[in-house]
Protein backbone atom coordinates (compact mmCIF):
# COMPACT_ATOMS: atom_id res chain seq x y z
CA UNK A 1 0.00 0.00 0.00
CA UNK A 2 1.46 3.71 -0.71
CA UNK A 3 0.05 5.26 1.72
CA UNK A 4 0.51 5.00 5.74
CA UNK A 5 1.03 7.24 9.31
CA UNK A 6 2.93 10.89 8.51
CA UNK A 7 2.86 11.70 11.79
CA UNK A 8 1.52 10.53 15.37
CA UNK A 9 0.72 12.20 18.43
CA UNK A 10 -0.48 11.16 21.74
CA UNK A 11 -2.09 12.81 24.88
CA UNK A 12 -3.20 12.15 27.77
CA UNK A 13 -4.96 14.10 30.76
CA UNK A 14 -2.84 15.96 33.69
CA UNK A 15 -4.26 13.63 36.37
CA UNK A 16 -3.47 10.38 37.69
CA UNK A 17 -4.37 8.02 40.73
CA UNK A 18 -1.77 5.97 41.49
CA UNK A 19 -2.53 2.43 41.37
CA UNK A 20 -1.31 1.92 44.97
CA UNK A 21 -3.30 4.67 46.11
CA UNK A 22 -6.16 2.30 44.83
CA UNK A 23 -4.91 -0.95 46.04
CA UNK A 24 -4.96 0.98 49.85
CA UNK A 25 -8.37 1.54 48.88
CA UNK A 26 -9.80 -1.57 47.41
CA UNK A 27 -7.36 -3.64 50.74
CA UNK A 28 -5.74 -5.39 48.03
CA UNK A 29 -2.08 -6.41 47.55
CA UNK A 30 -0.21 -3.38 45.06
CA UNK A 31 1.84 -6.25 43.57
CA UNK A 32 -1.56 -7.30 41.93
CA UNK A 33 -1.96 -4.38 39.80
CA UNK A 34 2.07 -3.85 39.61
CA UNK A 35 3.09 -6.90 38.74
CA UNK A 36 -0.22 -9.38 38.11
CA UNK A 37 -1.25 -6.53 35.35
CA UNK A 38 1.92 -4.93 34.77
CA UNK A 39 0.20 -0.93 35.65
CA UNK A 40 1.48 1.51 37.50
CA UNK A 41 -1.08 4.16 37.09
CA UNK A 42 -4.37 5.63 35.60
CA UNK A 43 -4.84 8.39 34.35
CA UNK A 44 -8.42 10.54 35.54
CA UNK A 45 -9.78 12.75 32.84
CA UNK A 46 -11.33 15.87 35.25
CA UNK A 47 -14.89 16.91 34.45
CA UNK A 48 -14.00 19.82 31.62
CA UNK A 49 -11.83 17.34 29.74
CA UNK A 50 -13.18 14.44 27.94
CA UNK A 51 -12.52 12.31 24.34
CA UNK A 52 -13.38 15.81 22.05
CA UNK A 53 -10.89 17.68 24.10
CA UNK A 54 -8.46 14.78 23.83
CA UNK A 55 -8.50 14.12 20.58
CA UNK A 56 -8.13 17.77 19.74
CA UNK A 57 -5.44 18.30 22.08
CA UNK A 58 -3.63 15.47 20.17
CA UNK A 59 -4.13 16.82 17.32
CA UNK A 60 -3.16 20.05 17.48
CA UNK A 61 0.63 19.35 17.47
CA UNK A 62 0.12 17.65 13.76
CA UNK A 63 -1.82 20.44 12.39
CA UNK A 64 1.39 22.85 13.48
CA UNK A 65 3.16 20.14 11.26
CA UNK A 66 1.16 20.15 7.77
CA UNK A 67 -1.23 22.63 6.01
CA UNK A 68 -4.33 22.23 7.71
CA UNK A 69 -6.33 23.24 4.46
CA UNK A 70 -5.20 20.18 3.14
CA UNK A 71 -7.18 18.09 5.70
CA UNK A 72 -10.36 16.08 3.78
CA UNK A 73 -11.10 13.30 6.08
CA UNK A 74 -11.47 13.30 9.51
CA UNK A 75 -11.96 9.80 11.47
CA UNK A 76 -12.73 9.83 14.91
CA UNK A 77 -12.60 6.65 16.23
CA UNK A 78 -14.02 6.17 20.16
CA UNK A 79 -16.55 3.99 22.33
CA UNK A 80 -16.84 6.67 24.58
CA UNK A 81 -19.17 8.74 22.59
CA UNK A 82 -20.46 12.08 23.58
CA UNK A 83 -23.47 12.32 21.50
CA UNK A 84 -25.56 9.54 19.83
CA UNK A 85 -26.32 11.50 16.72
CA UNK A 86 -23.37 13.77 16.34
CA UNK A 87 -19.97 13.15 15.07
CA UNK A 88 -17.25 13.69 17.77
CA UNK A 89 -15.28 14.70 15.15
CA UNK A 90 -17.16 17.69 14.07
CA UNK A 91 -16.75 19.40 17.37
CA UNK A 92 -12.85 18.47 16.63
CA UNK A 93 -13.06 20.22 13.32
CA UNK A 94 -14.64 23.67 14.52
CA UNK A 95 -11.90 23.19 17.22
CA UNK A 96 -8.62 22.93 15.04
CA UNK A 97 -10.56 25.22 12.34
CA UNK A 98 -10.19 22.61 9.55
CA UNK A 99 -11.86 23.49 6.40
CA UNK A 100 -15.31 23.14 5.40
CA UNK A 101 -14.85 20.57 2.30
CA UNK A 102 -13.78 18.02 4.16
CA UNK A 103 -15.63 14.51 5.30
CA UNK A 104 -16.11 14.20 9.07
CA UNK A 105 -17.32 10.72 10.60
CA UNK A 106 -16.87 8.38 13.82
CA UNK A 107 -16.39 5.43 13.20
CA UNK A 108 -17.21 2.31 16.07
CA UNK A 109 -16.78 -0.76 17.20
CA UNK A 110 -14.88 -0.71 20.60
CA UNK A 111 -10.93 -0.61 20.90
CA UNK A 112 -11.26 -2.13 17.26
CA UNK A 113 -12.29 1.09 15.57
CA UNK A 114 -9.20 3.14 15.29
CA UNK A 115 -7.45 0.77 13.20
CA UNK A 116 -10.66 0.27 10.61
CA UNK A 117 -10.43 4.50 10.75
CA UNK A 118 -6.64 4.07 9.76
CA UNK A 119 -7.10 1.57 7.26
CA UNK A 120 -9.86 3.55 5.38
CA UNK A 121 -7.66 6.23 5.30
CA UNK A 122 -4.94 5.36 3.73
CA UNK A 123 -6.81 3.33 1.14
CA UNK A 124 -8.49 7.28 0.74
CA UNK A 125 -5.08 8.69 0.81
CA UNK A 126 -3.86 6.19 -1.37
CA UNK A 127 -5.46 7.76 -4.32
CA UNK A 128 -5.33 11.51 -3.09
CA UNK A 129 -1.57 12.99 -3.52
CA UNK A 130 -0.96 16.02 -1.31
CA UNK A 131 -4.00 15.70 0.48
CA UNK A 132 -4.25 14.65 4.21
CA UNK A 133 -6.61 12.76 6.48
CA UNK A 134 -6.50 13.21 10.05
CA UNK A 135 -7.54 9.71 12.24
CA UNK A 136 -8.22 10.35 15.99
CA UNK A 137 -8.75 7.71 18.77
CA UNK A 138 -9.81 9.05 21.88
CA UNK A 139 -11.45 7.45 24.96
CA UNK A 140 -12.14 7.01 28.78
CA UNK A 141 -12.28 3.76 30.21
CA UNK A 142 -14.45 3.67 32.96
CA UNK A 143 -15.69 0.76 34.80
CA UNK A 144 -17.94 0.34 38.45
CA UNK A 145 -15.71 1.09 41.56
CA UNK A 146 -14.90 -1.30 43.14
CA UNK A 147 -15.18 -3.89 40.24
CA UNK A 148 -12.18 -6.41 38.34
CA UNK A 149 -11.72 -3.70 35.46
CA UNK A 150 -11.28 -0.57 37.66
CA UNK A 151 -7.36 -1.02 38.04
CA UNK A 152 -7.51 -1.14 34.20
CA UNK A 153 -9.14 2.16 33.42
CA UNK A 154 -7.53 5.42 32.15
CA UNK A 155 -7.57 7.76 29.16
CA UNK A 156 -5.83 9.19 25.85
CA UNK A 157 -6.01 9.65 22.89
CA UNK A 158 -3.74 9.43 20.05
CA UNK A 159 -3.86 11.51 16.52
CA UNK A 160 -2.68 10.49 13.13
CA UNK A 161 -1.94 12.44 10.30
CA UNK A 162 -2.61 9.52 7.19
CA UNK A 163 -0.83 10.21 3.42
CA UNK A 164 0.07 8.69 0.86
CA UNK A 165 3.92 10.11 1.44
CA UNK A 166 4.02 8.47 5.08
CA UNK A 167 7.54 9.96 6.88
CA UNK A 168 6.58 7.17 9.79
CA UNK A 169 5.08 4.28 8.80
CA UNK A 170 4.23 2.47 5.15
CA UNK A 171 1.34 0.01 6.10
CA UNK A 172 1.58 -3.11 4.01
CA UNK A 173 -1.88 -4.74 2.18
CA UNK A 174 -1.68 -8.38 3.84
CA UNK A 175 -3.80 -8.29 6.85
CA UNK A 176 -5.61 -11.16 8.76
CA UNK A 177 -9.46 -10.78 10.54
CA UNK A 178 -11.18 -12.14 12.56
CA UNK A 179 -15.09 -11.28 13.10
CA UNK A 180 -17.36 -13.17 16.04
CA UNK A 181 -20.64 -12.44 17.77
CA UNK A 182 -19.35 -13.03 21.87
CA UNK A 183 -20.22 -10.47 24.88
CA UNK A 184 -17.17 -10.36 26.80
CA UNK A 185 -17.42 -6.24 26.90
CA UNK A 186 -20.26 -4.10 25.81
CA UNK A 187 -22.00 -0.72 27.28
CA UNK A 188 -25.48 -0.33 27.01
CA UNK A 189 -26.64 3.08 26.18
CA UNK A 190 -28.24 3.47 29.73
CA UNK A 191 -24.82 3.12 31.21
CA UNK A 192 -21.82 5.06 31.85
CA UNK A 193 -20.09 2.17 33.06
CA UNK A 194 -18.85 -0.78 30.68
CA UNK A 195 -20.16 -4.24 31.37
CA UNK A 196 -17.15 -6.79 31.16
CA UNK A 197 -16.65 -10.18 31.14
CA UNK A 198 -13.14 -9.70 31.89
CA UNK A 199 -11.55 -13.32 31.82
CA UNK A 200 -13.81 -14.45 28.82
CA UNK A 201 -12.52 -10.98 27.34
CA UNK A 202 -9.19 -11.93 28.07
CA UNK A 203 -9.54 -15.70 26.49
CA UNK A 204 -11.23 -14.45 23.16
CA UNK A 205 -8.20 -12.14 22.98
CA UNK A 206 -5.86 -14.58 22.71
CA UNK A 207 -7.76 -16.78 20.39
CA UNK A 208 -8.43 -13.55 18.48
CA UNK A 209 -4.77 -13.14 18.30
CA UNK A 210 -4.25 -17.17 17.10
CA UNK A 211 -7.22 -16.75 14.00
CA UNK A 212 -5.88 -13.30 12.96
CA UNK A 213 -2.39 -14.90 12.71
CA UNK A 214 -3.84 -17.75 10.70
CA UNK A 215 -5.30 -15.38 7.95
CA UNK A 216 -1.82 -12.89 8.12
CA UNK A 217 0.08 -15.79 7.52
CA UNK A 218 -2.03 -17.16 4.66
CA UNK A 219 -2.20 -13.73 3.30
CA UNK A 220 1.29 -12.79 3.00
CA UNK A 221 3.41 -16.46 3.34
CA UNK A 222 5.62 -14.30 5.99
CA UNK A 223 6.78 -16.06 9.88
CA UNK A 224 7.41 -14.11 13.17
CA UNK A 225 11.50 -13.72 11.38
CA UNK A 226 10.07 -11.60 9.48
CA UNK A 227 8.98 -9.15 11.91
CA UNK A 228 11.16 -6.88 14.16
CA UNK A 229 8.56 -5.47 16.71
CA UNK A 230 4.86 -6.48 17.22
CA UNK A 231 2.14 -4.01 18.91
CA UNK A 232 -0.43 -5.13 20.67
CA UNK A 233 -3.83 -3.92 21.56
CA UNK A 234 -3.05 -3.05 25.98
CA UNK A 235 -6.11 -3.09 27.83
CA UNK A 236 -3.46 -3.48 30.47
CA UNK A 237 0.58 -4.49 29.92
CA UNK A 238 0.61 -7.83 31.02
CA UNK A 239 -2.06 -8.45 28.37
CA UNK A 240 0.77 -8.53 25.54
CA UNK A 241 2.99 -10.48 27.16
CA UNK A 242 0.35 -13.19 26.94
CA UNK A 243 -0.47 -12.72 23.93
CA UNK A 244 3.31 -12.82 22.73
CA UNK A 245 3.20 -16.00 23.88
CA UNK A 246 -0.11 -17.08 22.06
CA UNK A 247 1.54 -15.27 18.88
CA UNK A 248 4.49 -17.75 18.82
CA UNK A 249 2.89 -20.62 19.94
CA UNK A 250 0.50 -20.05 16.40
CA UNK A 251 3.14 -19.39 14.45
CA UNK A 252 5.27 -21.97 15.57
CA UNK A 253 8.00 -19.78 16.93
CA UNK A 254 10.13 -20.56 20.12
CA UNK A 255 8.76 -17.79 22.79
CA UNK A 256 12.59 -17.53 23.98
CA UNK A 257 13.61 -16.51 20.74
CA UNK A 258 10.64 -13.91 20.17
CA UNK A 259 9.77 -13.03 23.71
CA UNK A 260 9.36 -9.78 25.44
CA UNK A 261 12.34 -7.74 23.27
CA UNK A 262 9.79 -7.77 20.60
CA UNK A 263 7.16 -5.71 23.02
CA UNK A 264 9.20 -3.94 25.94
CA UNK A 265 8.98 -0.88 23.97
CA UNK A 266 5.47 -0.56 23.55
CA UNK A 267 4.27 -0.98 27.16
CA UNK A 268 5.97 2.28 29.21
CA UNK A 269 3.29 4.44 28.56
CA UNK A 270 0.15 2.31 28.56
CA UNK A 271 1.78 1.29 32.47
CA UNK A 272 1.28 5.17 33.43
CA UNK A 273 -1.96 5.83 31.76
CA UNK A 274 -3.76 2.82 31.92
CA UNK A 275 -6.28 1.74 29.08
CA UNK A 276 -7.65 3.91 26.14
CA UNK A 277 -9.45 1.63 24.43
CA UNK A 278 -9.22 2.65 20.50
CA UNK A 279 -6.07 4.83 21.34
CA UNK A 280 -4.22 1.96 23.38
CA UNK A 281 -2.78 0.42 20.29
CA UNK A 282 -1.10 3.38 19.03
CA UNK A 283 -0.08 4.31 22.15
CA UNK A 284 1.93 1.83 22.25
CA UNK A 285 3.19 2.48 18.75
CA UNK A 286 4.46 5.69 19.74
CA UNK A 287 5.72 4.92 23.02
CA UNK A 288 8.00 1.70 21.20
CA UNK A 289 8.72 4.43 18.57
CA UNK A 290 9.99 7.46 21.10
CA UNK A 291 11.78 4.72 23.74
CA UNK A 292 13.01 2.43 21.11
CA UNK A 293 17.26 2.99 21.53
CA UNK A 294 17.43 0.81 18.19
CA UNK A 295 16.78 2.65 15.02
CA UNK A 296 14.11 0.71 13.40
CA UNK A 297 14.09 2.45 10.30
CA UNK A 298 12.93 -0.37 7.43
CA UNK A 299 12.22 -3.18 10.19
CA UNK A 300 8.88 -4.54 9.82
CA UNK A 301 6.19 -4.17 12.73
CA UNK A 302 3.02 -6.38 13.58
CA UNK A 303 0.23 -4.99 15.10
CA UNK A 304 -2.33 -6.94 16.59
CA UNK A 305 -6.28 -4.86 16.96
CA UNK A 306 -8.74 -6.05 19.10
CA UNK A 307 -12.13 -4.97 20.16
CA UNK A 308 -14.56 -6.73 22.36
CA UNK A 309 -18.01 -7.78 21.03
CA UNK A 310 -15.57 -9.25 18.66
CA UNK A 311 -13.64 -7.72 15.74
CA UNK A 312 -9.35 -8.47 15.40
CA UNK A 313 -6.63 -7.68 12.94
CA UNK A 314 -3.34 -8.29 12.41
CA UNK A 315 -1.53 -6.24 10.61
CA UNK A 316 1.72 -5.00 9.78
CA UNK A 317 3.71 -1.70 8.60
CA UNK A 318 7.32 -0.65 7.42
CA UNK A 319 9.18 1.79 9.48
CA UNK A 320 10.46 4.77 7.45
CA UNK A 321 14.18 6.17 7.33
CA UNK A 322 14.07 9.30 9.12
CA UNK A 323 11.22 8.82 11.02
CA UNK A 324 13.16 10.16 14.39
CA UNK A 325 13.06 13.13 12.93
CA UNK A 326 9.39 13.54 13.03
CA UNK A 327 8.79 11.98 16.15
CA UNK A 328 7.02 14.16 19.19
CA UNK A 329 9.27 12.32 22.03
CA UNK A 330 10.07 15.30 23.78
CA UNK A 331 6.57 17.09 23.88
CA UNK A 332 5.39 13.54 25.23
CA UNK A 333 7.71 13.29 27.80
CA UNK A 334 6.40 16.57 29.16
CA UNK A 335 3.00 15.73 29.05
CA UNK A 336 3.95 12.16 31.82
CA UNK A 337 6.46 14.53 33.73
CA UNK A 338 3.70 17.44 34.16
CA UNK A 339 0.78 15.65 35.47
CA UNK A 340 -1.11 16.13 39.06
CA UNK A 341 -1.54 13.03 41.49
CA UNK A 342 -5.32 12.74 42.69
CA UNK A 343 -5.98 11.24 46.35
CA UNK A 344 -8.45 8.74 46.59
CA UNK A 345 -11.39 11.01 47.39
CA UNK A 346 -10.47 13.36 44.56
CA UNK A 347 -10.67 10.37 42.20
CA UNK A 348 -13.51 9.42 43.41
CA UNK A 349 -15.58 12.42 43.80
CA UNK A 350 -14.49 12.83 39.98
CA UNK A 351 -15.50 9.45 39.32
CA UNK A 352 -19.04 10.34 40.50
CA UNK A 353 -19.83 13.69 39.11
CA UNK A 354 -22.01 13.79 36.27
CA UNK A 355 -23.00 15.91 33.30
CA UNK A 356 -26.57 17.30 34.62
CA UNK A 357 -28.95 15.59 32.15
CA UNK A 358 -31.59 18.29 32.40
CA UNK A 359 -30.50 20.67 29.14
CA UNK A 360 -30.13 23.17 31.93
CA UNK A 361 -27.08 25.87 31.92
CA UNK A 362 -23.74 24.58 33.47
CA UNK A 363 -20.57 25.65 33.78
CA UNK A 364 -17.67 23.26 35.05
CA UNK A 365 -15.05 24.64 37.15
CA UNK A 366 -11.64 24.85 35.89
CA UNK A 367 -9.39 22.43 36.39
CA UNK A 368 -5.53 21.62 34.75
CA UNK A 369 -6.59 20.57 30.96
CA UNK A 370 -4.82 20.99 27.69
CA UNK A 371 -4.34 23.09 24.84
CA UNK A 372 -9.00 22.43 25.03
CA UNK A 373 -11.41 22.15 27.28
CA UNK A 374 -15.35 21.25 27.92
CA UNK A 375 -16.71 24.24 29.71
CA UNK A 376 -19.83 23.21 30.42
CA UNK A 377 -23.54 22.34 28.82
CA UNK A 378 -26.28 24.98 27.33
CA UNK A 379 -29.64 24.13 26.70
CA UNK A 380 -28.41 20.50 25.63
CA UNK A 381 -25.32 21.80 23.63
CA UNK A 382 -21.60 21.02 24.53
CA UNK A 383 -19.27 24.01 24.71
CA UNK A 384 -15.91 23.71 24.07
CA UNK A 385 -13.50 26.46 24.35
CA UNK A 386 -9.66 26.56 23.32
CA UNK A 387 -7.76 27.86 25.99
CA UNK A 388 -4.84 30.73 25.93
N1 LIG B 1 1.21 -10.41 43.22
C1 LIG B 1 1.48 -10.64 41.92
N2 LIG B 1 0.51 -11.03 41.01
C2 LIG B 1 -0.75 -11.18 41.48
C3 LIG B 1 -1.09 -10.94 42.82
C4 LIG B 1 -0.04 -10.53 43.72
N3 LIG B 1 -0.27 -10.29 45.00
N4 LIG B 1 -2.41 -11.17 42.98
C5 LIG B 1 -2.90 -11.54 41.76
N5 LIG B 1 -1.90 -11.55 40.86
C6 LIG B 1 -1.96 -11.84 39.42
C7 LIG B 1 -2.86 -13.02 39.08
O1 LIG B 1 -2.16 -14.26 39.22
C8 LIG B 1 -3.23 -12.69 37.65
O2 LIG B 1 -2.17 -13.05 36.79
P1 LIG B 1 -2.45 -14.00 35.52
O3 LIG B 1 -3.49 -13.31 34.69
O4 LIG B 1 -1.12 -14.07 34.84
O5 LIG B 1 -2.93 -15.29 36.08
C9 LIG B 1 -3.32 -11.16 37.64
O6 LIG B 1 -2.59 -10.73 38.80
C10 LIG B 1 -4.75 -10.63 37.76
O7 LIG B 1 -5.33 -11.25 38.86
P2 LIG B 1 -6.83 -11.82 38.76
O8 LIG B 1 -7.20 -12.44 40.03
O9 LIG B 1 -6.99 -12.63 37.50
O10 LIG B 1 -7.56 -10.40 38.59
P3 LIG B 1 -9.08 -10.04 38.51
O11 LIG B 1 -9.95 -11.23 38.47
O12 LIG B 1 -9.34 -9.09 39.62
O13 LIG B 1 -9.22 -9.25 37.11
C11 LIG B 1 -9.02 -8.74 34.78
C12 LIG B 1 -8.29 -9.24 36.05
C13 LIG B 1 -8.01 -8.49 33.68
C14 LIG B 1 -10.02 -9.82 34.35
C15 LIG B 1 -9.78 -7.43 35.13
O14 LIG B 1 -8.84 -6.43 35.42
C16 LIG B 1 -10.69 -6.92 34.04
O15 LIG B 1 -11.85 -7.33 33.98
N6 LIG B 1 -10.22 -5.99 33.17
C17 LIG B 1 -11.01 -5.33 32.17
C18 LIG B 1 -11.23 -6.15 30.91
C19 LIG B 1 -10.02 -6.42 30.16
O16 LIG B 1 -9.03 -5.77 30.37
N7 LIG B 1 -10.10 -7.41 29.24
C20 LIG B 1 -8.94 -7.85 28.48
C21 LIG B 1 -9.22 -8.09 27.02
S1 LIG B 1 -9.66 -6.63 26.08
Known amino acids: MKAGIDLISFYTTKYYLDLKTL ?11 HIGLGQHRM ?18 PLME ?3 PESVELVLFATESGVDQSKAAGLFVHELLQLPSRCRVLEVKEACYSGTAALRFAASEMERRPGRNALVICSDVARYDLGSPGEPTQGCGAVAMVVNSTPRILELEDACGLHAEDVMDFWRPNYRDEALVDGKYSAKVYLTTVARTWEHYAEESGRSLADFSRICYHLPFTNMARKAQVQLCRSAGANARDYGNAMI ?4 GYNSQTGNCYTASLY ?25 SGCMGEF ?6 PGYRQHLLTDRHAALFSDRTELSYQSYEDIFNLKVPADGWDYVFAEYRTGPFRFGGVSGHKRIYEKMG
Open 23 to 33: AEARGVDADKF
Open 283 to 307: EGFACMLDTAEEDLSESRIGFFSYG
Open 43 to 60: SVPPPDEDIVTMGASAAL
Open 315 to 320: FSGIVK
Open 264 to 267: DESL
Open 65 to 67: RID
